[in-house]
C-alpha cells in the first residue's frame, strides 16, 4: 500500500497481509526498492487539517509470510505521522523503518515488531540501508518514539545517521 502527496490518509485496524513485494535479498532489476508492505511516500497530507497529523496508521497489522517482504511499515520522507499501536510480524530488513534521515515529527508509539530477519552488518551493502534485522531502523533522530516492542529480530532499535542529510527543509506543522 503506497501513499504519497496530498492524500488523506487516516488508516485504522486494518490488515496488510503478504502486501510487499521487494524481498530482504539485495536490491537487483528485479528485486526493486520501495515495493513496501505499507510505504508513506513523500506523503504531506491535505493542505487543510484540523488533526495534528498529517497522517495516520493506527491498530493495524502487517504480517509477510516465508519468504518475508522487505520493510513492514516504511515512512520515506513524510512528516507528523502518527504510527501507533500497530504490530508487525515477519518482515526482512527492518520492521518499521524511516528511509531518509529527514523524517521530522512522527511519533511512534506502542508498537510491537517481531521476527525480523536479516543479514550483515550495516556498511555490507554499500548502496542499501536496513536489511540487517531490526525491528525498528530510524535514520534520522527528529521523530518520538515511545512504549514500542521488539521481539526476536537481529536488533531491536537502531539510530543509523550514516549518509542522512545533515541540512534540509521539511513542512511546518501549522
Request: overall charge negative; hydrophobic content about 35%.
Amino acid at each position: 500500500s503506497y501513499f504519497t502527496e496530498r492524500a488523506d490518509v487516516v488508516i485504522e485496524n486494518a490488515a496488510f497481509l503478504d502486501m510487499g513485494r521487494t524481498t530482504g535479498a539485495p536490491l537487483s532489476t528485479s528485486n526493486i526498492k520501495g515495493r513496501y508492505a505499507v510505504h508513506f511516500h513523500h506523503l504531506m497530507g491535505p493542505s487543510d487539517v484540523s488533526n495534528p497529523y498529517q497522517f495516520s496508521l493506527q491498530g493495524c497489522v502487517v504480517w509477510s509470510q516465508a519468504p518475508a517482504s522487505r520493510w513492514g511499515i516504511t515512512v520515506h520522507h513524510s512528516h507528523y505521522g502518527l504510527i501507533q499501536r500497530n504490530v508487525v510480524v515477519c518482515a526482512a530488513g527492518g520492521g518499521i523503518v524511516t528511509e531518509d534521515g529527514n523524517e521530522t515529527g512522527n511519533v511512534f508509539d506502542g508498537n510491537y515488531v517481531a521476527n525480523i530477519t536479516g543479514e550483515g552488518r550495516p556498511d555490507a551493502r554499500p548502496n542499501e540501508i536496513a536489511f540487517e534485522g531490526s525491528a525498528y531502523w530510524f535514520r534520522g533522530g527528529n521523530n518520538t518514539v515511545l512504549n514500542n516492542h521488539a521481539y526476536s529480530s537481529k536488533d531491536g532499535f537502531v539510530y543509523y545517521p550514516r549518509f542522512a542529510p545533515t541540512s534540509f527543509k521539511y513542512p511546518s506543522q501549522s
